[in-house]
């Protein structure tokens, strides 16, 4: 079985920062890209920021020189390093891959289960 888990949530006053990491781990034959959401309380998820397997990168508008999306293709890991963060950054971070497990003959997306952040004094 094929999974990803997030960790590094958590309450950060705003100014401050955090780092978000996904590890992808099971039976996984191949990675394509990789993905941070988002969904704000009342809202629906939106999209933070991607990055390719060769490390192209894109970011939403919001968060453009603020958030750094960077990935470990040899730990098969995500990150999301979040600086000057805002109260309107609230929100629970969901990882995404697009993976093909070794049993597969096909890529699928798949998601993490999510990660609270909550920026408030």
């Known amino acids: 079985q094929v999974q990803l888990v997030e960790s590094g949530g958590g309450l950060v006053q705003p100014g401050g920062s955090l780092r978000l990491s996904c590890a992808a781990s099971g039976r996984i034959s191949s990675i394509n890209d990789m993905a941070w959401y988002r969904q704000p309380p009342g809202k629906e998820r939106e999209l933070v920021a991607t990055i390719t397997g060769a490390g192209s990168t894109n970011y939403a508008d919001s968060v453009k020189g603020r958030f750094t999306i960077s990935r470990d293709n040899a730990k098969n890991t995500v990150f999301l390093q979040m600086n000057s963060l805002k109260p309107e950054d609230t929100a629970v971070y969901y990882c995404?891959?697009?993976?093909?497990?070794?049993?597969?003959?096909?890529?699928?997306?798949?998601w993490g289960q999510g990660t609270q952040v909550t920026v408030s004094s």
């Open positions: 995404s891959a697009v993976m093909r497990a070794s049993y597969s003959l096909t890529y699928g997306n798949y």
